[in-house]
């Protein structure tokens, strides 16, 4: 028995390397996927800007998102995205924070607070803005 423990120990042990790259292959870049359904369409895909409602259908350029950090001595204002994206920064084109262009994505729907959904959605939206963030600093032009 006790010669055995280290065998199983092992495969144990290889279990978790396979298993632990298998499900890093399969995981989603969930900032990509935030960007690209709810910012890509004005801001485009490198988030340059150049969306396609970029093209004649906005009164106001959506800003280059890839230059803040160089915009801010070379690092991403985090609290500055933070807000415009919770909406307690407006930025016009983006709707007013009750009605922003992404509807209720990034905020806690108010019933949430009083209906047991079954997780913590205060910080499941978090972390979904800060996948977001993470994946605009991946964009900045350095
Ligand atoms: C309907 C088009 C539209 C969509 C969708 C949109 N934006 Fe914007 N955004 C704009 C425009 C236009 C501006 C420029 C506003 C200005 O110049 O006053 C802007 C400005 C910004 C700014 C301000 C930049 C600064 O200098 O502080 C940030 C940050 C930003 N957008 C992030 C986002 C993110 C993140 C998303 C997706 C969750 C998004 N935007 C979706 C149109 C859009």
Redesign the pocket.
Known sequence: MACRQPVQAAIAASLIVVCGAAVAQMSPDWGKREFES??A???GLGGTGDGP?SRGY?S????N?AV?AKQNGGVLPVS??YA??EGTTA????GTRDMP??GTRYRVRAAEHYVDVGYNSEAYVRVRVLA?IDY?DRLQQR
């Open positions: 709810y910012c369409t004005c801001h409602l906005l106001k350029a959506p800003s998102l803040l500055r995205l415009s994206i930025v016009g084109p983006h262009v992404w977001l605009i």
